[in-house]
């Protein structure tokens, strides 16, 4: 069971505060710009386990979405995992 929350940056902005909400400091963060196109912003920083902050250079608008996942423990679940790559 995994929960993703994404937030909207309309505005061009140096400093996106979000609010996961998701009760981890270190969820997986992934930023993406107006087109589409993933990039990497200047910084990441973790407030505590329900805010982060997206720090950019220049103003930038876009999307950042935080994930976490997880298995429940009272199911059974196979580690066995396979992935093809086409080439």
Same mark, same amino acid.
């Given at each position: ?7 909207? $940056? +309309?505005? !061009?902005?140096? @400093?996106?505060?979000?609010?996961? &909400?998701?009760? #981890? ?12 196109? $993933? +990039?990497? !912003?200047?910084? @990441?920083?973790?407030?505590?386990? &329900?805010?982060? #902050? ?13 994930? +976490? ?19």
């Amino acid at each position: 069971l995994g929960y993703n929350i994404c937030l909207n $940056q +309309i505005n !061009p902005a140096l @400093i996106w505060a979000m609010n996961h &909400n998701l009760g #981890n400091r270190y969820p997986q963060v992934m930023v993406w710009d107006t087109n589409g196109a $993933q +990039i990497i !912003p200047d910084e @990441i920083q973790t407030v505590d386990d &329900n805010n982060l #902050n997206v720090i950019f250079s220049i103003p930038t608008a876009g999307k950042v979405c935080a994930t +976490i996942g997880g298995v429940s423990t009272n199911s059974s679940y196979s580690d066995n995992f396979t992935i093809e790559l086409k080439l």
